[in-house]
C-alpha cells in the first residue's frame, strides 16, 4: 500500500512544486514506482515532467467532478507517473461546494490505485481550499516546504492550525512528514538565520536535507524535464536524491527485533 503525501503550503514560490517533482523522480531513480498528482490549477507539475496541460482531455478536474476513471500517464522518468492537471481545475471547488462528502473525493480516488504506488506525492495548489483540503484528508503525510528568505515562518501558524483541524475533524491519522528548508544560499547571513530557527523551533520536524539555491533547478522546467533528467550531478539532484533516501530511511526502518 503506497504512502500518500501531500507537498503544502499556501504562501507561493517557496520550492512546492519544484519539490513534488523533484522528490518523486528521485524516489524514482531509487526504484521506488511513484505518482504525483498535480492538483494545482497552474498545472506546473503537469508540464514540469514534459506534458502540456492545454492538450490533456482527461485530467484530475473530469476524476473530481465528473468520476471518470483517473488517467495517469507514464513519464521519461525511471517509475514515475503522473495524474496530470488542467486550468479547469480553477473552477472545481466552485462545483464540489454541493457535492456529498466533498472533503472525501480525492481520497476515493486515490483509494482505487493507492496499491500500485510504493508513494504517491501531491502537489497542491497555493491556498488553503477545498481542493488542498481534499488533498490533506487523502493523505498520510504533509511536507512543507519553507523558503530561507525574510518572510519564511509567515503563514505557517495558519498552515499548521489547519493541519490540525484536518486531524480532528476529517483524517485522524494525518501526520507532519516534515518540514524542508527551500533555496538556501550559504553565503546569506539571512538563510544562515532562517536555518536555526526553524530548527531551534520545530527541532525533530525538520529534514536534515536543505534544498540549496541551484540554477540547475530553476532551468529543468523551461524544458519540461526534473531535475533528474536535466543535470543529474548538479547541487539540486543531489539535494532531492538525499530528500528522497531520507524519506525512504524514515519510512522503511527495519523495525530492532528484541533477542
Known sequence: MGKVIAIANQKGGVGKTTTA???????????????????DPQANSTSGVGFDPQTIENSLYHSLINGTTPNIL?????????????????GAEIEMINLENREYIMKGIIDEFKNQFDYIIIDCSPSLGLITLNALTASDSVIVPIQCEYFALEGLGKLLNTVKIVQQRLNKS???????????????????QVVEDVNLHFQQLVFKTIIHRNIKLSEAPSFGATIIMHDASSKGAINYLNLAQELIQKNEVEPVIES
Open 174 to 192: 494525518l501526520e507532519i512528514e516534515g518540514l524542508l528548508l527551500t533555496m538556501y544560499d550559504s553565503r546569506l547571513n539571512l538563510s544562515n
Open 74 to 90: 507514464e513519464t521519461n522518468n525511471p517509475n514515475l507517473f503522473i495524474l496530470p492537471a488542467h486550468i479547469d481545475l480553477v
Open 21 to 39: 517533482i523533484n522528490l518523486a523522480a528521485s524516489l524514482g531513480v531509487l526504484d521506488k514506482k511513484t505518482l504525483i498528482i498535480d492538483a
